[in-house]
């Protein structure tokens, strides 16, 4: 048997080997780079990586050699695109993603459009993204407000994406999708349900409930444990369950709402707090049919479509590994007309101007069916 030491300064000499070869091929692959980039030629030739694998691993003795040579030359050629990425990045123009950089700026005599009536989270979260004083108006449904942008009616729309107790607001993914509009900024606020409802209304009295369909997740536990009697009935938004319960005047409904809507609607606070989990809280974006991003930018979201094949969103992840950035979110959606399959939505920490960034974006333009920047904020 082998001494360990004499083993290990035998593996020692290999590597040296492997190091030095992997430095050729290397170079190699900056060469490759240089000719695609002449003759315009896509990084990515998944079928020449195929038969690449295939003839090295056609005198594998087994299957655990074939797994182990494969992952390896596999990681080895995805390296040598990477580093081909890199080279065609320092050739690629900001214009080629779509944005434009401008200076940040004041708000002002802007339109911004939001989602419910006077009351809605909507409106809370624009009030603190915008000031008190911007011009503003309220649509029904999200999607009348992505009409407002797209035809010119409004410069801005606010959107819930996201809740930290209730998950993705899923529809305005899809929104995203659908209308040619960025993400230029983000607004969280706090969340605080209460149970409103008429002034001469007791608690006892209520048999119905109105709210918006997340609302009505966010304080589940409430409506599961506390009050089982209540029939719980989605609303297209938490205020306007408000302005139906005071319009209606049924002493048997009830709305929740932030508290907000007790003034506003001259409604009765029943319960305060209802949410299941205190400190809920919900993630608001700022869209604009403009595509522009600042310096200080710090958050890129992207949209994306891979093949449905084996390894596909490991190898696009590879990009943010491999060029040091934070992933810090993903959601899938499933794509319509293709039965299974999803698109996915991804955060990252980055900005258009670095190199990382851009490096990882060149990449992802390469091997992707379809990718979007929803917005650089």
């Known amino acids: ?23 050729q091929r290397l170079e190699l692959a900056s060469d490759v780079a240089a000719y ?38 596999s990681q080895i050629m995805s390296t040598s695109r990477k580093k081909q990425y890199q080279i065609m990045a320092d050739n690629v123009e900001l214009g ?3 944005f434009t950089q401008t200076i940040p700026g004041s708000f002002q005599d802007q339109r911004v459009v939001y989602q419910g009536v006077a009351g809605a989270y909507s409106q809370a979260a624009m009030v603190q993204f915008f000031g008190e004083t911007q011009s503003s108006f309220h649509v029904d449904t999200w999607r009348d407000a992505m009409e407002a942008l797209q035809h010119g009616d409004a410069d ?5 994406i996201e809740n930290s107790t209730a998950g993705a607001v899923t529809e305005n993914y899809d929104l995203l999708v659908e209308y040619d509009v960025a993400i230029m900024g983000e607004q969280i606020i706090q969340i605080n349900h209460a ?11 209520i048999t119905c409930v109105y709210s918006h369909p997340q609302a009505l997740m966010q304080c589940d536990g409430y409506l599961r444990d506390v009050h089982p009697e209540f029939e719980a009935v989605a609303t297209a938004n938490t205020a306007m369950a408000a302005q139906k319960v005071k319009e209606e005047g049924n002493v048997h409904q009830a709305a929740i709402a932030g508290e ?3 003034k506003l609607y001259g409604l009765k606070l029943l319960d ?15 869209v604009s049919p403009k595509k522009q991003f600042s310096a200080d930018a710090k958050t890129v979201s992207l949209c ?32 319509p007309q293709k039965q299974w399959e999803y698109r996915f939505f991804l955060d990252f920490e980055g900005n258009l101007m670095e190199e990382g960034t851009r490096n990882a974006l060149v990449g992802l333009q390469e091997e992707t069916n379809f990718l979007r920047i929803l917005g650089n904020y």
């Open 1 to 23: 048997m082998k001494d360990l030491l004499d083993i290990r300064k035998e593996i020692d000499v290999i590597d040296n080997q492997m190091l030095a070869l992997y430095r």
């Open 36 to 73: 695609k980039i002449a003759n315009h030629k896509p990084v990515f030739d998944k079928a020449r990586e195929d038969s690449k694998i295939e003839t090295l691993t056609a005198d594998c003795k087994d299957s655990f050699e074939r797994q182990g040579v494969e992952e390896l030359f």
């Open 96 to 98: 080629s993603f779509g």
């Open 156 to 160: 801005f729309a606010v959107l819930p």
């Open 195 to 205: 149970l409103l409802g008429l002034p001469e209304a007791n608690l006892s009295d």
């Open 260 to 262: 907000i809507n007790a």
């Open 272 to 286: 305060s707090e209802i949410q299941d989990v205190k400190g809920n809280q919900t993630r608001f974006i700022i």
């Open 304 to 335: 994306f479509e891979l093949p449905h094949e084996k390894g596909s969103l490991y190898r696009i992840l590879s990009h943010f590994i491999f060029n040091g950035l934070n992933m810090t979110r993903i959601e899938s959606r499933p794509i």
